[in-house]
């Protein structure tokens, strides 16, 4: 398996993730995200097929947009002299695994790759947090993978759930 970014592909292998607008994403909008510079798509792939695929984009986790007592939560992890009213994040736009290779954990090993990515690759921009707008069938996915609810409560008429990472956790583990 390889994994690469969307743009070095001369063609897209045949993929299938049970999901239409997932599936739809990667033949019909993620070449458009890239060449607009709004989302970068990676893709796994093997010889005869694309196993899974992520997207990243820049977003923000800002006090504006969130509870107090989630606000003050995640102000507590930074510096006081270095308090903001927002802090810079990238964003799992869209993640999905093949159902041939659902249940393997290869959905897991892709958020940690993006993690990784995140922490080693700080040349050229920083940023504190991993979000993640999960539908809510994901949500005990992303949980095991150590995000949090960005809201107090989830709501029936929300279609997808806000949650974060704090990458600071992983720097914090490589000290150790």
Same mark, same amino acid.
Not at 62 to 91: D, F, M
Not at 169 to 175: F, G, V
């Given at each position: 398996? *390889?994994?690469?970014?969307?743009?070095?592909?001369?063609?897209?292998?045949?993929?299938?993730?049970?999901?239409?607008?997932?599936?739809?994403?990667?033949?019909?909008?993620?070449? !458009?995200?890239?060449?607009?510079?709004?989302?970068?798509?990676?893709?796994?792939?093997?010889?005869?097929?694309?196993?899974? !695929?992520?997207?990243?984009?820049?977003?923000?986790?800002?006090?504006?947009?969130?509870?107090?007592?989630?606000?003050? #939560?995640?102000?507590?992890?930074?510096?006081?002299?270095?308090?903001?009213?927002?802090?810079?994040?990238?964003?799992?736009? *869209?993640?999905?695994?093949?159902?041939?290779?659902?249940?393997?954990?290869?959905?897991?090993?892709?958020?940690?790759?993006? #993690?990784?990515?995140?922490?080693?690759?700080?040349?050229?921009?920083?940023?504190?947090?991993?979000?993640?707008? =999960?539908?809510?069938? =994901?949500?005990?996915?992303?949980?095991?993978?150590?995000?949090?609810?960005?809201?107090?409560?989830?709501?029936?008429?929300?279609?997808?759930?806000?949650?974060? !990472?704090?990458? #600071?956790?992983?720097?914090?583990?490589?000290?150790?």
């Amino acid at each position: 398996m *390889r994994l690469v970014r969307l743009e070095e592909l001369k063609e897209i292998k045949p993929f299938d993730c049970g999901d239409a607008d997932l599936n739809g994403f990667l033949c019909d909008d993620a070449a !458009y995200y890239g060449s607009e510079m709004l989302a970068n798509t990676f893709v796994l792939e093997t010889e005869t097929e694309t196993v899974a !695929y992520f997207s990243l984009l820049n977003d923000k986790i800002s006090q504006t947009t969130i509870a107090k007592n989630l606000w003050r #939560k995640i102000r507590k992890t930074i510096p006081h002299e270095k308090h903001l009213g927002s802090y810079p994040a990238v964003k799992i736009g *869209r993640l999905a695994v093949s159902l041939h290779f659902r249940g393997t954990g290869l959905g897991t090993d892709l958020v940690s790759a993006v #993690k990784q990515m995140l922490v080693n690759n700080t040349g050229v921009s920083a940023c504190r947090f991993l979000t993640v707008d =999960a539908y809510k069938d =994901a949500l005990p996915f992303y949980q095991k993978n150590g995000f949090r609810l960005l809201i107090n409560d989830i709501e029936e008429e929300n279609f997808t759930v806000p949650m974060y !990472y704090d990458l #600071k956790e992983l720097t914090m583990i490589k000290a150790e």
